[in-house]
């Protein structure tokens, strides 16, 4: 199994639609955050710890990250997906980008 660790801002819409999606296929435990303090649920050491992949909706997400847990991210793959925050929970259009985007880094 590949534990996947998915982040945006405040854990509400981009990240808890990747989770979603990822969620119901096989081969793979997932979870998201959020980077921000009032997130839904705030991404913690314990979360980068149990990632194998990490993936980050914007850039700030990943400079975020880097600040706070640069060494426990060494040996971690981390990519940043280029989402903007434009999108509400499950908004097809927003599926088919993480459908895509993710999809090629996951691909065997």
């Known amino acids: 199994m590949t534990n996947l660790l998915f982040i945006c ?3 509400q819409w981009r990240s808890p639609t990747a989770e979603a999606m990822w969620r119901r ?3 793979f435990n ?3 955050a959020g ?3 009032n997130a839904r ?3 913690g050491p314990e979360d980068i710890r149990w990632a194998d992949v990490i993936f980050v909706m914007e850039r700030k997400h990943l400079q975020r990250l ?3 847990y640069d060494r426990l991210l060494e040996h971690t793959l981390v990519h940043c997906l280029e989402i903007p925050d434009d999108f509400r929970y499950m908004d097809p259009e ?3 980008m993480l459908e895509d985007s993710v999809g090629a880094y996951l691909a065997p």
């Open 35 to 37: 980077t921000s303090p």
């Open 25 to 27: 296929r096989p081969g």
């Open 9 to 11: 801002s405040r854990n």
């Open 41 to 43: 649920k705030t991404v």
């Open 94 to 96: 927003l599926v088919a």
């Open 30 to 32: 997932v979870r998201s």
């Open 66 to 68: 880097k600040a706070d």
